[in-house]
Each structure stands twice: as C-alpha cells, then as structure tokens.
C-alpha cells in the first residue's frame, strides 16, 4: 500500500458525460500526478500539481482538467467523454519537486460505453 | 524529445532462473533518473528499483539488479530466482527534473514477464 488513495476504484459511463476523479496524496506529500494508461499502453504524463498550483501539463486534453485543493487532494474531470477515453487514470504524489520519489496509487479504471 | 524503448513485449522464465528485461531511452540530459516498474494484475504500479545517471554503481535490490550503460543509454532489468509472483508487466522509465523544479516522466510501452512453474 502506497498510501495514495483514488476513488472511485471503477467507473462505467456513457459517451458525451462527465465525470471526475479523486486522489488522496500520502501524508506530507505536496505533489501530485495524473497519468492515463490506456489498454496495453504506458503510462502517459497528464497533469502535475504541486501545493496547490499547477507546475506542468504533459499530453492532457483540453477536455480535461484538474485541480489541486488547500486540503491537498486533487481531482481530474474529464468531460465530452469519448470511447477512446477509455483507460486507468493513475494518480501518484511525491513530498515535493525535484528528486522526489513518486508513489502511485491503484488507479481508478474508467470505462466509456 | 526523450524516448524510452523495451523491444520485448513479452518475455518468459522458467521458475528459479534467471531472466534479463531490456530498456534503451533517448536524451540529452547528464542527469537523470532511471526506474523498473512492475505491474502485477492487480494494476498497481511499484517500484521494482531506481537508478540515478550520477551513479556508476549499478542499482540492486534483493533479487533485482539493473545493467546501467550511460553511453549505450541502456538499462536493463536482471531478475534472479524468479518467483511465480514475478509475474506482470515491467516498465521502464526515466525521469528528468527539469526547470522550474517539476519532474518529467517517460515510460516503456512495457514487458509481459511470464514466469513458468
């Protein structure tokens, strides 16, 4: 156990809604990170926040978008989905920037019908 | 731009031996950061082992051991022993810091490691 919490664990949605992920960083941790790994593909950088503040945008689309909380907790929405969206959204905190260790979290698995 | 290649998508291991995962990246950076990922069926991701570029010892945790070759921008995965619970997807990764103080992270597309009993 990492310590970095997501929910929901599964998501099943239809094309053209809405939906929004949480993550939990470990305890301490100011960093937080979103990757989407679609079906047999790496993980893809999305978003990185850190204390609150956005610090760097990876192949996130527009319609997407995060936030990072004064409690620290993020969260993802994605909007219009699309089938192609599809995936498992890793969240992943580290203590700061840097040479910081990141820890992953077990991914919420979102399906697009 | 970095890349990260693992030309393997699969690879299989008979129980107790030895198997060799491979990993090449792309960069022009001098320090960076290198990482094994393992992901089992459960999907979590965790860190098998790290590498740091400054570092010409190579990495080794318990049964792992990487194969660092800076010039060759190659790192490879050495699991010994293999145990059933070996078994998952290995990525490779490399990280970078760039200004600003923000980590940038590539991944492999991954290795399918099948260890036979």
């Known amino acids: 156990d990492s310590g970095v919490t997501q929910t929901p664990k599964h998501l099943i949605t239809a094309t053209g809604q809405r939906v929004t992920l949480r993550c939990s960083p470990r305890s301490g941790d100011l960093s937080v990170y979103w990757y989407q790994q679609s079906l047999d593909q790496g993980l893809q950088f999305l978003i990185q926040?850190?204390?609150?503040?956005?610090?760097a945008k990876g192949n996130i689309l527009e319609r997407f978008s995060a936030q990072q909380f004064p409690d620290l907790h993020s969260e993802l929405n994605l909007s219009s989905l699309e089938l192609g969206d599809s995936a498992l959204y890793f969240c992943a905190s580290s203590v700061g920037v840097g040479t910081y260790e990141q820890y992953f979290g077990p991914g919420t698995r979102l399906t697009v019908t | 731009a970095q890349t990260v290649t693992q030309s393997q998508p699969e690879m299989s291991v008979q129980e107790a031996e030895t198997v060799t995962l491979s990993c090449t990246y792309d960069?022009?950076?001098?320090?960076?950061?290198l990482f094994w990922y393992k992901q089992p069926p459960s999907r979590q991701m965790i860190l098998v082992i790290r590498?740091?570029?400054?570092?010409?010892q190579n990495a080794t945790e318990n049964r792992f051991s990487v194969n660092f070759q800076k010039a060759a921008k190659s790192f490879s995965l050495k699991i010994s022993d293999s145990q059933l619970g070996d078994a998952a997807m290995y990525f490779c990764?490399?990280?970078?810091?760039?200004?600003?103080?923000?980590?940038?992270?590539?991944f492999g597309t991954g290795t399918k490691l099948q260890v036979i009993p």
């Open positions: 590498q740091e570029a400054y570092k010409q």
């Open positions: 990764a490399y990280r970078v810091n760039v200004l600003g103080g923000y980590q940038k992270v590539t």
């Open positions: 926040y850190y204390n609150g503040e956005e610090r």
């Open positions: 960069t022009s950076e001098s320090d960076y950061y």
